[in-house]
C-alpha cells in the first residue's frame, strides 16, 4: 500500500459541464427523450397537442362577432367557406351582458360592479394581511351592511338598523351581565339582535324613511341572475357561514357531550346529502317549515340552504384550523385568566381562522361552482341562462359557445382563487411564527 | 288572503310556460306575450287596473306546481291540463278552461310514419312532471308497443333533442307541438300525427283555500269568453262602456248592477280585463290563430254557439 | 349561579342547548303541522304503493309503468348506485394514471395532466355535465345516418359497436341461443332465472348462468389463491418464487370460458331495426354524459390526491430502497404503495362520496336516477313534497354514512403504529 | 430575600388520577410567602402536573389546595381569582404568535384586569425593560430568540402583577447559551422577594436561589430541604440515586 | 484491523455537475479493501454527493467510479451488482414505517438476494442482535427512539452482506446520549474488518478507528491522511481552517 497522504496544492477551478448537459438539448435530453419510453411519450403527446389543437383552432378562429343570429352566422361562415363549421360569437355579443348580471336593470349595473369592486378592497386586508394596513378591516366590516344594500337596493336605513343589532346585543350584554349573569345574558344578547332584525328592522327603517328618505331604488331578487348570481350566493353564504361555521366547530370541539352530538349531527347530515336536494328543500319545503304567511323569495331561500351547506364544510375547515393550534395556546391563555370566550376570541380563533384561510378559499371556489346547481331548481344562473338563451327563435341550437363562454368565466375565478390558496398555503408554512 | 297581498304588492305574480312560442315567450324587448300570458294580463288588469303589472316567473314542469303551492306565484297560466288529482289531491283549484287540447306526436316527414300506433320501437321525447309523461305510458301499453322514453325538463331542451335526431318522435298537448313546429327552420318538413291520445284542458289554476281569489281569476276568464259572445270587443269597448240596451253587457262592464263589488274589485274590472288584450277569440287569433304561424284552428274552442266548447256561465 | 360552579355549569349549558334545539325542532314541526293543514295536506306514505304511472327508460330490474312508486324509486337507487359505482371505478382509473403522469419525468405530458386537471377542477360539473350530453347529442350520427345503402355512419369492431346521438350500442352476453321459431339452436341451453320475492316491490330476478359463472369465476380466483399462496411457501423455504403467473390465469379463465360455453353463452349483437339499433345493451347518452363527466371530473381531484400520496413519501425512502438494491418496480410495490396508500384513501373516499352526491345532477341530462325518480317525478305526479325530498335525503344520507364508515375502519387498521 | 409567615399556598392530602393512573399522592406542601421552591425529580414523577394543579390548569380529585386563601374547587369565581394572583411561565413559552410582545404583554391586564391601555402598556414596557428587552417590544415572538421569547413569557405573567409564580422548566427548550439570560432575570425576581415554585434541573440556580429544594418520585414528594443539606446530604436513597444522574450528566 | 491491497473502489478523474453547478471536480481515489475512510469537510463540500455516486444514487458525468471490478454505467446490470455489494446507512435512517423491524432487515434479502424466509429472519435476528436491539424486532420504526432506529438502519444494511459500507453522517440527527450506542455498533463493525467509508463529523470516532481521513471543500479532495497526522499536523490552509472551527465548536 503506497503512501495515503496527499495534499492538493492549488484548487480546481469551477469547470461547465458537457455539453449534452444543460442548454436547450441538455434540457430536451432531460425533459423529453431521456429513455426510449419516454420519446414514445413525447411523440405521442406531440401528437395529441396537435390533433387537438387542429380540431378546436379552426373552428374559434371565426369572425361572428356581429351576427345577430344563428343563421346570420351560418352565412358569415358559410361565406369564409370553412369546411367544419365555425364558433358563433354573436351570442355572446349580444348576451354577455345577460350572462354576467342576469336581469339586474341595466341602469342600475354599476352597483353590483361597485359592490364586487368593494368585496376586493374589504377582502385585500384579510387575504394579504401584510401588504394592506389593518385599518382596512373597518371597511370590511361596514362592507358587510353595505353590500346587500347595494345589491337590493331600498333606505340606507335598513343597513344602519342591522348593523345596529348586534350593537344592541352588545350592549344589553354590558348591562346585563351584572344582573342576571353570564350565561342569561349571553342568550339575551343574542336573542335581542335576532328578535330586532326579525321584527323592528323593517317598520323602523320605513318609518324612519318616511321621515328622512334616503335610499337608492329596490331591485328584486328575481331579476338577479347570471355570473353576478353565482358570486352572489358564493360570497353571502360563504361570509354568513363563517360565523354559523365556527360556532359549529367550537361546538364541535367542546366537551359538552350534548353540543358536540348537536354539531357533529347538523355537520354530518349536511355533508351526506346531496346540495340538490338541499335546493330541493329550498325550493319545496322551507315556506312549509316557516311560520304561515312567511314567504321569501326563492333566491333569499337559495341563500339560506347554501350557507347551512357551506357552514357544515366551513366548521370542518375551522375544526382543522383549531386542532392544528397547539395546546399550550389554551393552557397560556386560562394560566393568564382569560375566560372561554376571552381566550377563543383574543387567542384562539385569530390564529385557527388564519391557518384555516386556504382551507376556506377552497370552500368558496367548490361552493361558487356549486351554484350552478341553482338552474336545477329554476334560477337563471349562467347555466339557467342558456336555456332561455336557446329558447329565443334567433339562437335556437346554439350550445358550445354558451357552454364555452361560462366554462371560461369559472375558470379564471376558480383557478385565480385556486392560485392564491397555494400561495398562501406555502407562505403559512415557511411562516416561521 | 291573495288578492291583498297582490295588491299590496302592486303586481301579480303569474307562473308562465318558460318559452313556448304562442302561449308564453319573451319578445326581443323581454316583454312577455302569448295565448297564457294574455290570461295573466287580463287578470292584472281586472284586480290591479294595469295589463302590465304583472310579474312573470318561469317554471318547467316539474317546477310550476311548487311555485304555486309555496306561494311564489299568486296564478299559474302554463298550459296546465285539468285533472283530479291536481284539483284534489295536490290541492289547487282550476278556474276554468282556456284551451281544449289533446296530446299528439310530431315526426319528422322523412321518418315516414303517418300514424302513431306505427311507433313501434320509437324514441319518444317527453317533457317529465306532466299528464302527457303518464298519457304515453298508458297509451302505448294499451296498444301493446314498445317505446323509449327520452325524460326531458323543458321545451326548449325538447326541441333540441328532437332536431337533432336523438328522438324519434316528440310527445306533448297538439297545441304546444304546433307551436314548437313554428319556430323549425322548417316546418314544413315535420309533420303532427292525426292521432290525439287525450283530452287535455288546459286552463289557470290557484292554489285551494282562497276562493275569492279563485272567483277573480274564473270570473276574469268567464269574461273574456262571455265578451266574445256578446261581441265585446278592444275596438268597440270604450263606446259600449258607455251604456248599451243590452243589460248583459252591462252588467259585465259594469255600468249596471255590483258584480265588481261582489268579487271585491272595481266596477270596471272585466271592461279592463278585455281591454288589456281583447275577447277570448281577439286573443286566439292574435296569439296561436290560423293567421299566426302556428295556425291553431278554433275547432273545440269555438263558442258553444259555432258548436265549439267555450261556454261561459252568464253573468247575473 | 349553576353558571360558576363547574360541576354544574357543562350540564347548565347543555341543558339551555338542548332545550334551544328542542325548541327549534318544534318550532319547525308545528309550523309545517300548520302549513300542511292550511293546505289541507296530510302528510303518509301511502303514495308509495300507487302505480306509478310513468316510464323508466334505463331500468336495471323489470319495471313498468304499472309498478307502484316504491320501485319506481328503487330503480332510481339502483341507477344511482349503478352510476356512481362504476363512476368511482372510471374516476380512480384515470385519476391514477393522471396522478402517476404528473409525475412523469416527460415534461410535456407533466405539463398536458397538470392542463386536464386544472381544466376540470375549475369548471363546474354540472356545466361539464350538460356539456358531455351536447357533445354526444350533437356530434354523434342519429341511428337513421346508419340506414340505406350508403349510410353516412357505420358500426364500429365487426359491426357489433354502435356510436348513435341516442346512446352507445354494445353486445350483450346472452346464453342458449334459439332459432327464429324460439327452439334451441343446440344441445346447449340457457337456464333462466329465478324470481325472488314475488310480487313485492323489492322482487328481483337471478339469472342462473349469472350465479353458474360467479360461482365458478370466484372457484377459480380462490384456488388461484392457493396456488399463489403455495408460491410463497416456497419462496419462503427456497427463496426463489416459482412463476406461477400463467397458470393462475389459467384457473380462473378457462374454467369460466368452459362453463360459458356449456350454457350456450354468446354475443348479441345490436342490429338496426325499425327505429333503433335493437338487441345489445343500449348505454344510453344520459348514462354516458353523467359518467365521463363525473368520472373525468373526480378524476381531476384523484390525481391530485394520488400525486400528493406519492410526494409524501419522501424522496429517503426510494433511495434507501434503490440503495438495498431492490429494482424500482418493486419499489413501487412494495415500500412506496403501501405508504402512499394511508395517505391516499381517505381522501380517495371521501371523492367517492363527492361522486355519488354528483350524482344526483343527473336530472340535468334526464338520468333516471334517486333525485330524477322518488324526488323528481314521483314528487311531481303526487305532490308529495316533503316525504319524497325528506326520503332522497335520508336514502343518500344512508349511502354517505355506508361509505364514511368504511373509511374509518380503513383507517383505524392502516393507522401507522407510533410511540 | 426573607420569607414571611404568610402561607401562600396551602396544599393538603392532596390526590390526583388521570383515569385510573395514580399520579399525585398524599401531597402536603405549604409555601410561605416570599418562599423560592425548587421542585425536581424523574421525568414522570409528576412535577408537572403538581405545579398546573396550583392554577387549576389540572384540577385534583382529592384533598386541598389553598392558594391566598382562596380554595380551588369547583366554584369558577375562586379559580379565576387565584388565577390572576398566580403567573405561570411554561417550558414552552408559549407567547402568542400573532400578537407582538407589548400585545402579548398588555392583552391580560387589559381584558381581565381591565387595566386601561395607555397604563398596561407603561406597565409591559416597565416589565420588558427588567428582563432587558424593550427594544423588542413591537417584534412578533416569530422575530425571538428562545432566550429572548422566554424572558418575554416571564414579562407577560408579571404584567398581571402577580404574587406567586409558577415555572415549569423554563429552561429545558433553551440552547445553552440562552439559559443563563433566563436564569439571571429569574434570580432577579426572586431578589425581589416574589415567592415561587419552580420546576428545574438547574442546580445551580436551585443552589444560588432556593430556600427550599423539593424531591418527588412517583407522585410523591419524596424529600425536601435547604439546598446545601438537600445537594451534599440527601436521606433517601432516590435523591441520591437521583442527584448521582443529574451530576454525571 | 489490517487493510490489504485489493482494490475495492477505483474512483478516476470523477465529475459531476448539478445543471450547471460543478459539485465534483476530478475527484481521484482508491479505497482498498478493509480500509476505514472518514470523509469530512464543511456544508456544501459535496461529501454526501460523492458517497451517494458510488451506489449510484446520483449519476457522475465524466471520468470513472469501479466498483468491486464492476464499473458504474449506464448498464442496469452493473448497477444491480453494485447495489448487492453496498450497504449505506443515510442520516435520517429512511426505515420503512409500514414494516416492522424485522421486515425492514428481511424484505431487500427475499425480494432482492432470493434468500428463503426462514434464513433471512435468522439472519436479521442475527444482526439485530449485534446491534443490540433483538428485542424490539416486532415493533414499528415509529416506536423506536432515533439511535435505535439508527442501528436498525445498520443491520437492516448488514443483512444484505455487503462488502463495503457508506454512512452518510449517520449520527448528526441523533440526540447526544444516542450517538454513543450507534458509533459504538460502528467500531464493532470496523473491527470486523468491513470496508467503510463515512461521512461525519465525529471526530473521536475519526481518530479511533479511520485508517484514513479525507478532507473535501469545493467538490475537491483536498487533503488527505492518516488520521493522527491529519489532525495534528494539517497541511491546508482549508484544513487547519477547518478543523480549528470543529474543535473550538
Ligand atoms: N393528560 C394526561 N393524561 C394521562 N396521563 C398523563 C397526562 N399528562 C401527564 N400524564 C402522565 O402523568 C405522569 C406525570 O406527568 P408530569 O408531566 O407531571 O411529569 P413530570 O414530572 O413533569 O415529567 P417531565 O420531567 O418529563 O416533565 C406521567 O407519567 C405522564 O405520562
Ligand atoms: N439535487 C441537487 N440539485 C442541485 N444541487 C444540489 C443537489 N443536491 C445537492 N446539491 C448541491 O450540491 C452541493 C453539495 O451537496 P452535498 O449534499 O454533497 O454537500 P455535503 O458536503 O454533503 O454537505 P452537508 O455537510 O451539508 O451534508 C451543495 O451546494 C448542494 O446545494
Ligand atoms: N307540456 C307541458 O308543458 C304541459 C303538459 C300537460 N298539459 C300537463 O299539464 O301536464
Ligand atoms: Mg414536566
Ligand atoms: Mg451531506
Known amino acids: ?183 342569561a345574558s349571553v342568550i339575551v344578547a343574542v336573542l335581542i339582535p335576532v328578535l330586532f332584525w326579525l321584527f323592528l328592522v323593517g317598520p323602523l327603517s320605513q318609518a324612519i324613511d318616511g321621515v328622512v328618505p334616503l335610499g337608492i331604488e329596490v331591485v328584486e331578487s328575481r331579476l338577479f341572475g347570471g355570473f353576478m348570481l353565482s358570486v352572489w350566493i358564493g360570497v353571502v353564504a360563504i ?98 385568566g382569560l375566560d372561554y370566550w376571552k381566550a377563543q376570541r383574543l387567542i384562539i380563533l385569530p390564529q385557527a381562522l388564519k391557518i384555516s384561510i386556504p382551507g376556506i378559499v377552497s370552500t368558496f371556489i367548490g361552493l361558487f361552482k356549486d351554484t350552478t346547481l341553482v338552474s336545477i331548481i329554476g334560477l337563471l344562473d349562467p347555466i339557467g341562462l342558456t336555456g332561455s338563451i336557446r329558447a329565443d327563435a334567433n339562437w335556437n341550437g346554439i350550445v358550445w359557445e354558451l357552454y364555452g363562454f361560462i366554462a371560461l368565466l369559472f375558470f379564471i375565478s376558480c383557478f385565480s382563487m385556486s392560485r392564491y390558496s397555494m400561495w398562501l398555503e406555502k407562505k403559512l408554512r415557511t411562516d416561521h411564527r | 288572503a291573495t288578492l291583498d297581498d297582490v295588491q299590496a304588492r302592486g303586481s301579480l305574480k303569474c307562473g308562465s310556460n318558460s318559452g313556448l312560442t304562442g302561449f308564453a315567450a319573451p319578445d326581443a324587448n323581454g316583454h312577455w306575450e302569448g295565448f297564457d300570458v294574455a290570461v295573466c294580463r287580463a287578470v292584472a288588469a281586472a284586480v290591479l287596473g294595469d295589463p302590465e303589472a304583472v310579474e312573470f316567473v318561469p317554471t318547467t314542469p316539474k317546477t310550476r306546481f311548487t311555485a304555486l303551492a309555496s306561494g311564489e306565484v299568486d296564478i299559474l297560466v ?92 316528440y310527445t306533448t298537448d297538439a297545441s304546444g307541438l304546433a307551436a314548437t313546429r313554428a319556430s323549425f327552420e322548417n316546418p314544413a318538413d315535420h309533420a303532427i300525427l292525426p292521432e290525439i291520445i287525450s283530452k287535455e284542458p288546459l286552463g289557470p289554476l290557484v292554489r ?91 275547432g273545440l274552442n269555438a263558442q258553444w254557439k259555432d258548436g265549439g266548447l267555450q261556454y261561459a256561465p252568464p253573468f247575473r | 349561579m349553576l353558571i360558576y360552579d363547574s360541576r354544574y355549569r357543562s350540564a347548565t349549558i347543555q341543558i339551555v342547548a338542548l332545550i334551544g334545539f328542542l325548541l327549534l325542532i318544534g318550532w319547525l314541526v308545528s309550523n309545517t303541522v300548520q302549513n300542511l293543514a292550511d293546505l289541507g295536506k296530510s302528510v303518509g306514505f301511502g303514495f308509495l304503493t300507487e302505480p306509478a304511472g310513468y316510464d323508466i327508460n334505463q331500468r336495471l330490474l323489470d319495471y313498468d309503468s304499472r309498478d307502484s312508486h316504491a320501485r319506481a324509486s328503487l330503480m332510481g337507487l339502483l341507477n344511482t348506485l349503478l352510476v356512481a359505482v362504476l363512476g368511482c371505478i372510471m374516476a380512480t382509473i384515470v385519476g391514477v394514471i393522471v396522478g402517476v403522469l404528473r409525475l412523469s419525468n416527460n415534461w410535456l405530458v407533466a405539463r398536458i395532466m397538470t392542463v386536464y386537471v386544472e381544466m376540470f377542477r375549475n369548471v363546474p360539473v354540472l356545466l361539464w355535465i350538460v356539456f358531455s350530453m351536447a357533445i354526444l347529442i350533437e356530434t354523434l350520427p342519429a341511428p337513421s345516418a346508419f340506414r340505406g345503402d350508403e349510410p ?268 | 430575600m426573607e420569607v414571611s409567615d404568610e402561607v401562600a399556598i396551602q396544599i393538603t392530602d392532596m390526590n390526583k388520577w388521570y383515569g385510573t393512573f395514580h399520579v399525585l399522592r398524599d401531597i402536603d406542601l405549604t409555601v410561605y410567602r416570599g418562599e423560592r421552591i425548587v421542585i425536581c425529580g424523574p421525568s414522570g414523577s409528576g412535577k408537572s402536573t403538581l405545579i398546573r394543579c396550583i392554577n387549576r390548569l389540572e384540577e385534583h380529585q382529592q384533598g386541598s389546595i389553598v392558594v391566598d386563601g382562596n380554595e380551588l374547587n369547583s366554584d369558577l369565581k375562586n379559580v379565576d381569582k387565584v388565577r390572576s394572583e398566580v403567573g405561570m411561565v411554561f417550558q414552552h413559552f408559549n407567547l402568542f404568535p400573532h400578537l407582538t410582545i407589548l400585545e402579548n404583554c398588555t392583552l391580560a391586564p387589559i381584558w381581565v384586569r381591565k387595566v386601561p391601555r395607555k397604563e398596561a402598556v407603561d406597565r409591559a414596557m416597565h416589565f420588558l425593560e427588567k428582563v432587558k428587552i424593550p427594544d423588542q417590544a413591537n417584534k412578533y415572538p416569530g422575530q425571538l430568540s428562545g432566550g429572548q421569547q422566554q424572558r418575554v413569557a416571564i414579562a407577560r405573567s408579571l404584567c398581571m402583577m402577580p404574587r406567586i409564580m409558577l415555572f415549569d422548566e423554563p429552561t429545558s427548550a433553551l440552547d445553552p447559551e440562552m439559559i443563563k439570560e433566563v436564569l439571571d432575570t429569574m434570580i432577579e425576581l426572586a431578589e425581589e422577594g416574589m415567592t415561587m415554585l419552580c420546576v428545574t434541573h438547574e442546580m445551580g440556580f436551585a443552589q444560588a436561589v432556593a430556600n427550599r429544594v423539593i424531591f418527588m418520585a412517583d407522585g410523591q414528594i419524596v424529600e425536601q430541604n435547604e439546598p446545601k443539606e438537600f445537594f451534599n446530604n440527601p436521606k433517601s436513597e432516590r435523591t441520591q440515586q437521583f442527584l448521582s444522574q443529574i451530576i454525571g450528566h
Open chain 1, 239 to 336: 361570509a354568513i357561514s363563517l360565523v354559523l361555521g365556527v360556532i359549529l366547530a367550537l361546538g364541535r370541539q367542546s366537551d359538552l357531550l350534548i353540543v358536540k352530538y348537536l354539531s357533529v349531527g347538523f355537520i354530518e347530515f349536511i355533508r351526506g346529502v346531496p346540495l340538490i336536494t338541499l335546493l330541493f328543500v329550498a325550493s319545496t319545503l322551507l315556506n312549509i317549515f316557516m311560520p304561515p304567511g312567511t314567504n321569501f323569495d326563492i333566491i333569499l331561500r337559495v341563500m339560506i340552504m347554501a350557507t347551512l351547506f357551506a357552514s357544515a364544510y366551513i366548521a370542518e375547515v375551522i375544526r382543522g384550523g383549531l386542532a392544528a393550534l397547539p395546546r399550550g395556546q389554551y393552557e397560556a391563555a386560562d394560566a393568564l
Open chain 1, 1 to 183: 500500500m503506497e503512501d495515503l497522504s496527499y495534499v492538493r496544492t492549488d484548487m480546481l477551478p469551477e469547470r461547465d459541464p458537457p455539453a449534452s448537459e444543460v442548454g436547450v438539448i441538455g434540457w430536451l435530453r432531460m425533459n423529453l427523450f431521456s429513455g426510449w419510453f419516454n420519446s414514445i411519450l413525447t411523440v405521442i403527446a406531440l401528437a395529441f397537442i396537435y390533433l387537438v389543437l387542429a380540431a378546436i383552432i379552426p373552428w374559434l378562429w371565426s369572425p361572428t362577432w356581429g351576427a345577430g343570429s344563428l343563421s346570420a352566422c351560418r352565412e358569415i361562415i358559410a361565406e369564409l367557406g370553412k369546411e367544419h363549421g365555425g364558433a358563433c360569437y354573436g351570442v355572446i355579443t349580444e348576451r354577455w351582458q345577460q350572462l354576467l348580471f342576469g336581469f339586474y336593470p341595466e341602469e342600475l349595473r354599476w352597483r353590483p360592479i361597485l359592490t364586487f369592486i368593494g368585496l376586493f378592497v374589504a377582502l385585500a386586508p384579510v387575504l394579504f394581511n401584510e401588504t394592506f394596513p389593518g385599518k382596512m378591516l373597518w371597511f370590511t366590516g361596514a362592507f358587510l351592511f353595505l353590500a346587500p344594500w347595494l345589491m337590493w337596493g331600498g333606505p340606507i336605513w335598513t343597513p344602519l338598523l342591522v348593523a345596529a343589532g348586534p350593537a344592541l346585543g352588545f350592549v344589553a350584554y354590558r348591562y346585563l351581565v351584572s344582573v342576571i349573569g353570564n350565561l
Open chain 2, 208 to 298: 285551494h283555500g282562497d276562493d275569492e281569489w279563485a272567483d277573480i281569476v274564473r270570473w276574469t276568464l268567464n269574461a273574456l269568453v262571455a265578451a266574445e259572445e256578446f261581441g265585446i270587443t278592444s275596438t268597440n269597448i270604450e263606446e259600449l262602456a258607455s251604456g248599451t240596451d243590452n243589460p248583459e253587457i252591462n252588467r259585465i262592464l259594469g255600468t249596471e248592477g255590483t258584480m265588481g263589488e261582489m268579487l271585491g274589485l272595481e266596477a270596471d274590472w272585466a271592461m279592463k280585463a278585455i281591454a288589456a288584450g281583447g275577447n277570448y277569440g281577439e286573443i286566439f287569433e292574435k296569439n296561436i290563430g290560423e293567421s299566426t304561424p302556428i295556425g291553431l284552428a278554433r
Open chain 3, 152 to 419: 353516412s355512419a357505420s358500426m364500429l369492431l365487426g359491426d357489433s359497436v354502435a356510436l348513435t346521438n341516442r346512446g352507445v350500442y354494445v353486445p350483450e352476453p346472452l346464453f342458449g341461443r334459439m332459432d327464429e321459431e324460439g327452439h334451441p339452436l343446440t344441445w346447449r341451453q340457457g337456464l333462466g332465472d329465478i324470481h325472488l320475492f314475488g310480487e313485492a316491490w323489492f322482487r328481483f330476478d337471478v339469472s342462473l348462468e349469472l350465479v353458474v359463472f360467479l360461482s365458478t369465476l370466484i372457484a377459480g380466483i380462490l384456488v388461484s389463491r392457493l396456488i399463489g399462496q403455495r408460491a410463497d411457501r416456497i419462496q419462503n423455504s427456497t427463496g426463489v418464487r416459482p412463476k406461477t403467473f400463467w397458470l393462475r390465469a389459467a384457473v380462473i379463465v378457462v374454467p369460466s370460458v368452459i362453463v360459458l360455453w356449456l350454457m350456450g353463452f354468446y354475443l348479441g349483437k345490436p342490429a338496426l331495426r325499425g327505429f333503433n339499433f335493437d338487441g345489445g345493451t343500449h348505454l344510453r347518452n344520459s348514462f354516458i354524459a353523467l359518467w365521463l363527466a363525473l368520472s373525468l371530473y373526480t378524476a381531476a381531484f384523484i390525481a391530485e390526491i394520488v400525486r400528493g400520496g406519492i410526494l409524501a413519501i419522501s424522496k429517503g425512502q426510494t433511495e434507501a430502497a434503490a440503495a438495498l438494491g431492490i429494482r424500482p418496480r418493486r419499489i413501487m410495490s412494495l415500500v412506496i404503495l403501501p405508504q402512499a396508500m394511508r395517505v391516499i384513501i381517505p381522501p380517495l373516499i371521501s371523492q367517492y362520496l363527492n361522486l355519488t352526491k354528483n350524482s344526483s345532477l343527473a336530472i340535468a341530462v334526464g338520468y333516471m336516477d334517486l333525485t330524477g325518480t322518488l324526488m323528481g317525478i314521483t314528487l311531481n305526479q303526487t305532490g308529495r313534497e316533503l316525504e319524497a325530498v325528506m326520503m332522497t335525503m335520508l336514502i343518500y344520507l344512508a349511502i354517505s354514512l355506508a361509505i364514511s364508515g368504511a373509511m374509518n375502519v380503513y383507517n383505524n387498521r392502516v393507522k401507522l403504529k407510533e410511540r
Open chain 2, 78 to 169: 302554463r298550459n296546465t291540463t285539468w285533472t283530479l288529482t291536481r284539483d284534489v289531491d295536490l290541492k289547487f283549484t282550476f278556474t276554468g278552461v282556456n284551451y281544449y287540447d289533446g296530446q299528439g306526436f310530431i315526426v319528422p316527414k322523412a321518418l315516414g310514419v303517418s300514424s302513431a300506433k306505427e311507433l313501434d320501437g320509437a324514441t319518444v321525447c317527453i317533457q317529465t312532471g306532466t299528464t302527457t309523461e303518464l298519457n304515453l305510458a298508458d297509451f302505448f301499453r294499451t296498444n301493446n308497443i314498445s317505446y323509449e322514453p327520452v325524460p326531458i325538463e323543458t321545451n326548449a331542451e325538447a326541441q333540441q333533442q328532437y332536431l337533432a335526431g336523438a328522438c324519434d318522435t
